[in-house]
């Protein structure tokens, strides 16, 4: 089965061309991204209108491309598959209505994916692939959930973010260190450079009993010590920015790990699977490769490039949910969106 994958939900185009014959490794064969990001980067964040426009003059030439480093024709992809949320919704109409269109006019089926189970499935691409079932983290953008997983659609939500996500609270930081946008990564350089016991931040909801997330509270006590810094005079901020850094990163990944590893305790899994845009973070491998070494416990991630949003994830999804669930597929070509689609509910 060959599938063409397209990822169209905010600020990235991405498309991609899966093989998967229901057995051993799926492969990707080809793949093509490009990032808006320093399209947007003078306005400090994503502009909707601008994403969705931007989405239209990309697609069809990022198909034309993947398809020619595959050196597969059109005619011959067996599927194609779009994000159908959640996500900015002009962006996911875009990538929805190119994949419909393309299916109708080819006479192949499609089917819209959830983009966070996109994520959840891509160490599937990877070098080391996971096994049913597993323990997911969920840290993308402005998710972070703990999933149990027993296989393709068979999620079980422990726990979720209830204000702003990990993501969030790294951009939101970044953001109030000056280091604009995309601010996570730039964040995480920094705080390489900083001591991340130089400031006592505080790990919401650490000790709740409970699976949940908020780092709102992260965001306030980060904004509460710049304008610390700032009043002590000119230069101390400048001078404290790689600590402040650090001990932000430090806050966040201390509750990520320590709620995956009650989450481990909790269901008895042996096996996490990390997924999504922080997953990426060097900080969180670390400790989570540690701490599952002292557990016995592996921990599987994506390919860092398939960490970020990306048309791979989306046709690796297609393929595995399609194998169990071929009626999943639409062959009317009529189409909608889920800007909020809760990943548990997709069945």
């Known amino acids: 089965m060959l599938v063409l ?19 051993g490794t799926p492969r990707l064969l080809a793949d093509a991204l490009h990032s808006q990001v320093a399209m947007h980067q003078a306005y400090g964040g994503v502009v909707p209108e601008l994403a969705s426009r931007d989405h239209i003059r990309r697609v069809l030439p990022l198909t034309k491309t993947v398809l020619s480093q595959a050196g597969c024709a059109l005619a011959a992809i067996d599927c194609i598959a779009f994000t159908r949320g959640p996500g900015l919704a002009g962006a996911l109409l875009v990538g929805a209505g190119v994949a419909c269109a393309l299916g109708a006019a080819l006479g192949k089926p499609v089917i819209g994916i959830h983009h966070l189970e996109g994520h959840l499935l891509s160490p599937f691409l990877s070098a080391d692939p996971p096994a049913f079932p597993f323990l997911a983290l969920l840290v993308s953008g402005g998710h972070t959930q703990l999933m149990h997983v027993t296989d393709v659609g068979q999620y079980e939500l422990l726990g979720e973010s209830i204000d702003d996500a990990a993501g969030e609270a790294f951009d939101k930081s970044a953001k109030l260190l000056g280091l604009g946008y995309p601010g996570g990564p730039a964040l995480a350089q920094l705080a390489e450079q900083g001591n991340a016991t130089a400031f006592a931040l505080p ?10 997330f908020s780092f709102a509270g992260l965001k306030t006590a980060v904004l509460t ?6 009043a ?58 540690a701490a599952g070494a002292k557990r016995g416990v592996r921990v599987h991630y994506p390919e860092l490039h398939l960490c970020t949003d990306n048309g791979a994830m989306i ?6 949910r399609l194998q169990s669930q071929p009626g999943l597929a639409n062959t009317t070509y009529a189409f909608d969106v889920k800007p909020r689609w809760p990943l548990e509910q997709i069945g």
């Open 225 to 230: 010590q710049v304008r610390k810094l700032e």
């Open 315 to 320: 046709a690796l999804a297609a393929a595995l």
């Open 203 to 212: 790990r919401p909801l650490l000790h709740s009993g409970n699976l949940d």
């Open 5 to 23: 994958g397209i990822e169209s939900s905010c600020d990235e185009t991405g498309v991609a061309l899966v093989e998967y014959f229901g057995q």
């Open 232 to 289: 002590q005079g000119p230069g101390v901020l400048e001078a404290a920015r790689a600590d402040v850094a650090a001990s932000a990163q430090a806050a966040i990944t201390e509750v990520l790990v320590k709620k995956s590893l009650a989450a481990l305790q909790q269901t008895g899994l042996q096996r996490m699977v990390v997924a999504g845009g922080v997953g990426a973070n060097r900080s969180l491998r670390q400790q989570l490769n």
